[in-house]
């Protein structure tokens, strides 16, 4: 019988990680998603636009440098699951919900509480779900993140095994009928990745071409989250006439890398009124972010709710 209990693992929960931010850090996380230099409801803080971009809070807790790898492997982890190699995990998904908008600076007393909501085990690996929620001094939660890791090669059972108890709002396929009502395409940097990571990420596969190349990648890749960005970004000028403040919901599934300097074009459907609740009056959309340097997708599976500016639709 296997030391795991894969089921025990699901609801477990993480020590509180304290976590702050201010102005400087939401527009450092701004040039590390592409902002441009027009865009300063991102970038100028002393403009009536400006507010803080929603998907900040996926960028984490850390405020200087640390050692990625000790940070992957340090920490408490569920006694249920095995160790993991930081070495074969794999970014598979993210989704982030705003349920009250965030302040310009957090102040003192804010956390990020942490559990294990879903975990699934095939003859590849497994795959882990952790639900993130960051809750005021009060105790009151502004945003809710899910991430999905997916670990090459892990075993606990050796038998497929599958349990979720919280997730996301799942979106619509994106329609194989019509064309897209919009598409945004953008550009990133050959600086992006080393502008990103100045937002908590400091992996050295995103700075490092050797550490690509070892791991097959052929060189630096750009962070999936710095991709992830750039696909809200997209959805917030095309949908949301260009106001941080109407997207409340934005989910992807990583599916392909980017390299710093290539080009992503994002195609976005509108797929009606948003059905999930708290989000009355607002438009769910699909979409999708390809490279089009490789023309493969880069995030799929897109969803995300935007309070709609009709005038903003090409």
């Known amino acids: 019988m296997s030391q795991f209990d894969l089921g025990a693992a699901v609801g477990w929960e993480g020590e509180d990680q304290p976590v702050s931010w201010n ?21 100028n803080e002393l403009d009536k636009s400006w507010s ?14 640390v050692n990625f790898r000790k940070l992957m492997t340090g920490g408490k982890h569920s006694p249920h699951l095995p160790k993991f190699d930081p070495n074969r995990g794999v970014h598979g998904s993210q989704s982030i919900e705003i349920l009250k908008p965030l302040p310009a600076v957090s102040g003192e007393g804010w956390k990020v509480k ?30 809710k993140l899910y991430s999905g890791s997916f670990n090459l090669g892990a075993k606990a059972t050796g038998s497929n095994f599958s349990k979720r108890i919280a997730g996301p709002p799942q ?86 890398p980017v390299k710093p300097g290539d080009a992503l074009e994002t195609s976005i459907w509108d ?17 999708v972010t390809k490279n089009a340097a490789s023309g493969k997708v880069a995030l799929g599976a897109g969803v995300a709710y935007v309070k709609k500016v009709e005038k903003s639709k090409l």
């Open 171 to 256: 979106g619509k396929p994106v329609p194989k009928d019509r064309k897209p009502d919009w598409v945004v395409r953008d550009q990133t940097s050959p600086e992006q990745a080393v502008m990103y990571r100045l937002s908590g990420d400091y992996n050295e596969l995103h700075i490092n071409p050797a550490i690509g190349k070892a791991g097959g990648f052929g060189g630096v890749i750009l962070h999936g989250l710095s991709t992830f960005g750039f696909g809200a970004r997209a959805i917030v000028e095309a949908v949301g006439g260009g106001d941080p403040a109407s997207l409340t919901l934005f989910g992807v599934r990583f599916t392909a």
């Open 271 to 287: 797929m009606g009124p948003a059905r999930a609740p708290g989000h009355e009056g607002e438009t769910e959309v699909a979409f």
């Open 52 to 65: 803080p971009f929603p998907t900040y809070p996926v960028s984490g807790t850390n405020q200087d440098v």
């Open 114 to 143: 942490k559990r294990l909501v879903a975990v699934s085990e095939n003859k590849s690996g497994i795959i882990v779900e952790i639900e993130s929620t960051v809750v005021d001094a009060h105790g009151t939660p502004y945003v």
């Open 23 to 43: 102005q400087r850090d939401i527009l450092v996380y701004g040039i590390g998603i592409g902002a441009k230099a027009n865009d300063f409801a991102i970038i």
